[in-house]
């Protein structure tokens, strides 16, 4: 995942001189890697699942799917695995860490060491050679084609550990990333036990679906599609729709320029799910060293210029 064809150095200069240097060394590597035959087999079958459903629909179901959504994607990815884990903008008790990282594993996105690490070298190198997934390499690739192509180290603990030593410390992080598809495993075969299979295509496969091209819409649309309020190194974008679905990680240009901000949409008019659940949790002393950047509107058109 280290090796480029440019490198950052290469690549800054040809910025300075105007050129537009493509950034397919990750890309490149890991479609000779070839594709991942297991994650393409879930994901096919996931998808499956997610059209069938639409065919056995029940409002019982949509509203089971709808809160294991708000579990799985709000308090596990966006207020854990993103807000919490990777970017340490607020701080909670250690057991509450533990029920956001369980719950961030109920999306398929990994374990809360892949995704941090992933994330952080995201942020390092974005839409720089050494991106895990950036557009510059394609829409598909940043969108799944990055997940579905080469060794994407899932369960490489040690070496991922260097990104996220802070969470590496902690042997409940090292077992749930070893063992992320367990808790999910457990749910399914519980949904599928009590509402049977209409259930189980809603509850887990459709839910999964959605919330998967959410989060990977999170790396795709929102690097090519929006609007810019800070002018950052990288094609960030705030993009609405996609900060409604998920529960605020939409207003992405905000959150690249001020990553440890545990803000995201920063008007009131940017609705932020996550921020208001923030900031809930503070006022009753659950979350304690909240980071918000300043929304000063002079300080935002000075950056922008
Ligand atoms: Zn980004
Ligand atoms: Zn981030």
């Not at 070839?34 to 509203?63: E, I, Q, Y």
């Not at 993103?82 to 369980?102: D, G, M, N, Q």
């Not at 960030?236 to 905000?254: K, L, M, Q, T, V």
Request: glycine share 8%; net charge positive.
């Amino acid at each position: 995942m280290n090796a480029t064809l440019v490198s950052v150095e290469e690549y800054s200069q040809s910025q300075v001189r105007g050129e537009r240097v493509k950034t397919e060394s990750i890309a490149e590597i890991c479609r000779r890697q070839g594709l991942n035959k297991f994650t393409a087999f879930v994901l096919a079958f996931l998808h499956v699942g997610a059209v069938a459903a639409l065919f056995m629909f029940s409002w019982k179901s949509l509203a089971v799917s709808f809160l294991l959504y708000c579990i799985s994607i709000g308090l596990g990815i966006s207020m854990g695995y993103h807000r919490l884990h990777t970017h340490r903008s607020y701080k909670v008790p250690l057991w509450l860490e533990y029920v956001f990282a369980t719950c961030g594993t109920l999306t398929l996105e990994g374990g809360p060491i892949f995704w941090v690490a992933t994330h952080r070298m995201h942020h390092q190198l974005s839409d720089l050679p050494g991106d895990p997934h950036s557009p510059r390499d394609g829409a598909f690739w940043s969108h799944m084609g990055w997940i579905l192509w080469g060794d994407s180290n899932h369960r490489n603990t040690r070496m991922l550990a260097k990104y996220a030593p802070d969470l590496a410390k902690h042997p409940y992080y090292v077992w749930l990333n070893n063992w992320h598809w367990v808790p999910i495993t457990v749910l399914s075969a519980g949904i599928l036990a009590w509402g049977g299979i209409a259930m189980f295509c809603w509850a887990i496969c459709l839910r999964v679906v959605f919330g998967l091209h959410t989060t990977w819409a999170v790396n795709s649309a929102t690097h090519m599609w929006g609007s810019r309020r800070f002018n950052t190194r990288d094609d960030s974008r705030n993009n609405w729709w996609i900060a409604i679905i998920s529960f605020g990680e939409g207003w992405h240009n905000n959150h690249h320029a001020h990553p440890t901000s545990a803000r995201h949409g920063l008007t009131w008019y940017e609705f932020d799910a996550s921020w208001l659940l923030i900031k809930a949790m503070k006022a009753v002393g659950l979350a304690k060293g909240v980071k918000v950047v300043s929304v000063d509107s002079r300080l935002v058109e000075r950056e922008a210029a």
